[in-house]
């Protein structure tokens, strides 16, 4: 794969791509034109033909042809790329054989369960009885695995497809030589990802006394729970055109507000939202609202997210569904306009905080309000936006009757720690640079990792850029930065690459040197500060078992790390 995206990546110019969609002027190297992802006025959006990179100087959006187009017609990598290959004549081999058999097997169960429920009157009138007639059971391709052997044995030697692969898809499994497959007796729900292929199921017991509730298809090849999201082939249109996602916990949840007219809407597999899911949903929308159980759990759950959502810069909000229900129970109790009635009064999450806390806490006494105080200030100080950060302190201020002051001075002085550090800080805006630097001159990654002091980088995200970077020379040889961008799995990643590159663009080769110098030096004493502190407490330990040898072996790497600290200040 990675091949032909070369081969690809080197036929394409972006000028043409963007030039499809923005009005481009040429001045200097670069051409510019109107950003298509903020508004403005005045041209910041600018393409580097040299770089083969798009950037806009005013939402800080950038990224090489395949980044423009996903995000331009909101297509997924392999679309994008599938576009490109089209008007590039190139032949792109899809996904390895391997996943695609895997796929082929999933659709050709999913299809076995459908024809399945079809057939048994039993798990349809389980169904109707839940509300769900054959229109949604086709939409949804809903099934039913029998409870008898014979039938599984029979479409697998009809399916053409070979015991190994529907073995590594988990669904089925081999016990005293018999094959089986996990979900006999219950509803078969597939999971489809956002290009409509089945990638795992998740199954509803309709036995009397059949246990568990639910489960689902084991983690494979194909499907990872933790980044699945259910509905999302169906509701990715929606998101995007509504510009707000909904999220709930359960299969018949969302089955039942899809019913209801509500569809941009997509459920997590029964587990709670993580952060791979978020990450996938912020491709298409920035306000994520979650519609979870009005039970102590559906509270915890979103009580968990709100930082997250900040690190995330995601506005997240909250429905609260009343007297423990869960969407499903309560549009059957309360119809579409009662569930539209919840939905207008969804509240921002930080808000729905803030009430939490209140009516736990109370604000009676002075101990009260200093909880509360304790409880919103670590998220309040993680909003990036200055405005709601200003609308919240005035609130919190006005709630306890503490002056705004002390909240902002509190907040210069006073890193509350666990708290993720605001992403603009100086130390990660070096961190950028330095990524830049290394675009430029990725000879110096070598000199990192034979230091083995990238361990001791605390900022993850730089760590994790070098270290990718660092592979990925090794592995091409070169490091260009349109090709680059395409290992960086989250957009933050790509963000910064592309911003550190940008912020070095001025530079010469002798200012990135000592850029990359300052930075060596930097880590270096990080790593010398904790190596040392290894030292004095395996020293204390060899002390105490009066083992002599040690000692010295200690005291004279400790010698030597004083010398070197001396030498180097
Ligand atoms: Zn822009």
């Known amino acids: 794969m990675m091949n032909t995206l070369d081969e690809l990546l080197g036929k394409i110019n972006i000028l043409d791509i963007v030039s499809q969609y923005v009005q481009l002027r040429k001045t200097g190297r670069n051409f510019v034109g109107l950003c298509p992802f903020h508004k403005e006025k005045t041209p910041s959006f600018t393409v580097s033909i040299e770089k083969q990179i798009y950037y806009c100087f005013g939402c800080n959006e950038g990224g090489n042809a395949i980044n423009f187009l996903m995000k331009y017609d909101n297509l997924t990598f392999q679309e994008a790329i599938e576009n490109l290959a089209r008007q590039y004549g190139v032949n792109i081999k899809r996904e390895s054989s391997k996943k695609a058999s895997s796929f082929d097997a999933l659709a050709k169960l999913a299809d076995y369960y459908h024809n399945n429920l079809k057939a048994s009157k039993f798990a349809l009138q389980y169904l109707l009885a839940r509300g769900i007639d054959i229109k949604i059971v086709d939409e949804f391709k809903l099934g039913y ?296 001159c990725p000879g110096m990654l070598s000199i990192l990792k034979e230091k083995e002091v990238m361990h001791y980088i605390t900022d993850i995200n730089v760590r994790d850029i070098l270290l990718k970077m660092h592979d990925f020379f090794e592995d091409k040889g070169s490091l260009e930065l349109n090709s680059f961008v395409n290992v960086l799995d989250k957009d933050e990643l790509k963000d910064m690459a592309i911003n550190g590159v940008f912020d070095v663009a001025e530079c010469t080769d002798d200012e990135l040197r000592i850029i990359l110098q300052d930075y060596l030096k930097h880590i270096e004493k990080n790593f010398i500060k904790e190596e040392a502190k290894k030292i004095t407490e395996s020293l204390a330990g060899a002390e105490k078992r009066g083992d002599e040898k040690a000692i010295i072996e200690l005291l004279e790497k400790k010698r030597q790390m004083l010398v070197f600290m001396k030498t180097n200040p």
């Not at 306000?287 to 009580?303: Q, R, V, W």
């Not at 709100?306 to 869960?326: K, Q």
């Open 145 to 440: 695995s029998e409870k008898s052997r014979q039938n599984i044995n029979t479409f697998l030697k009809r399916s053409g497809v070979s015991n190994d692969i529907f073995m590594s898809t988990g669904v089925l499994r081999v016990k005293e030589g018999e094959t089986y497959d996990i979900f006999r007796g219950r509803v078969v729900i597939p999971i489809f990802d956002v290009n409509k292929k089945v990638i795992g199921f998740g199954g509803r017991t309709i036995e009397k006394d059949g246990f568990p509730k639910y489960i689902n298809s084991p983690e494979s090849p194909v499907f990872s729970k933790g980044s699945s999201l259910f509905g999302i082939d169906k509701a990715r249109k929606d998101i995007s055109e509504k510009n707000e996602v909904f999220i709930v916990e359960g299969y018949f949840d969302l089955i039942a507000l899809y019913m209801s007219g509500v569809r941009n809407v997509v459920s997590t597999l029964g587990t709670s939202v993580t952060e791979g899911q978020l990450t996938k949903l912020r491709n298409y929308t920035n306000n994520i609202t979650l519609m979870l159980d009005g039970d102590d759990a559906g509270i915890k759950s979103a009580l968990r997210l709100i930082g997250l959502f900040s690190e995330m810069d995601i506005n997240g909000a909250m429905v609260v569904l009343p007297d423990g229900h869960d969407p499903d129970s309560f549009l059957k109790a309360k119809g579409v306009s009662g569930i539209n009635d919840v939905i207008k009064e969804k509240k921002p999450i930080l808000d729905f905080y803030f009430d939490y806390c209140m009516n736990k806490w109370g604000m009676e006494t002075i101990e009260n309000k200093q909880v509360f105080i304790k409880s919103v200030m670590p998220h309040i100080q993680a909003i990036r936006d200055g405005v709601k950060k200003r609308l919240y302190i005035k609130r919190l201020s006005e709630l306890t009757n503490v002056e705004e002051n002390y909240f902002w001075d509190n907040m210069k002085t006073n890193n509350i720690p666990g708290q993720p550090v605001a992403r603009n800080n100086a130390s990660n805006h070096i961190g950028r640079k330095v990524i830049g630097a290394l675009i430029n």
